[in-house]
């Protein structure tokens, strides 16, 4: 079984005399990649931030057992981090600014992580002209450089086109596959949904749900969508005999119930000399999911 690489237990932080975390308890599992997912302003940067030992907090955070505060934090040296925007030198190319934060076989390392993120084409750039996506791509090899058990990344896809995103996704699971952990906070549910192993949502500076992103999908209704030569019959047929079906403008959408089975709905179709021209399972849908926590139908804490 694997053991925890992180420990968070009854995280409070005040901003003045405003409470913007209320004791925020979770753990990161070794090698898994957890998402973090919550609205604007729910506290996720905050939490990212008081894992570092950069602001304030009361509570207690372990990292491999041993304690954060905000004077001390020297165990977050083998923590890589990009939090917000990648604070960086303008004058510096990005390969001096690698070279700069790189420890050990510095060039080795420093060539090994501008191949990974595919940034040849501009690290010998100074980065006061870098676009917003070159920026981003540097900041995350930053916080990779150093080969890190655990990288913390705040909206790491932000500015990046598909290409990128594609090849920082490849990256981010390469690296799980070979032990690090990650904690990931992103508005781009869809990219989220492809890497987390885990999830933990927040609202208002409050944990409403820690779970797995697959049991947080299988929370949601299933379907079956379906094409045949003559959509209405099918539908006339299936809609008969007791199965939930609707129609929309590309297929017919049925939902997959504890009763339901493949086989009794292929043989009416080709009893009826239907022609099956597609079918496919719709996957749950992490944006739907995380609607419905919000949105109070489902507020369960599920602890690891």
Known sequence: ????????????????????????????????ITGLIGANGAGKTTIMKSILGITNFSGEIRFKQSLITVN??????????????PGLYPFLTGREQLQ??????????????????????????KTKDYSLGMKQKLGVALALVNQPPMVILDEPMNGLDPQATKELRDLIIAEKNHGVSFLIS????????KLADDVVIIDHGQIIKNTTMSQ????????????????????QLLDTVGYQISQTKESLQVLKTSQFKIGKLLRILFEHNLEIIDIQQQEGDLEESLLKVLNGNDKTHIRK
């Open 1 to 32: 079984m694997s053991e925890n690489i992180l420990e968070i237990k009854n995280l409070n932080k005040y901003f003045g005399q405003k409470q913007v975390l209320h004791q925020v308890s979770f753990s990161i599992t070794q090698g898994h």
């Open 72 to 85: 001390q934090h020297l165990p977050l040296q083998n923590v890589g981090a990009l939090i917000e925007y």
């Open 100 to 125: 700069l934060f790189a420890t050990g076989k510095k060039q080795q390392k420093v060539e090994s992580i501008i191949q990974k993120l595919n940034i040849s084409s501009f690290a010998d750039i």
């Open 186 to 193: 992103s508005h781009i549910l869809s990219e989220l949904q």
């Open 216 to 235: 947080l999908l299988a929370a949601n209704q299933h379907y079956i969508l379906l094409k045949t030569d003559n959509d209405q019959l099918a539908l």
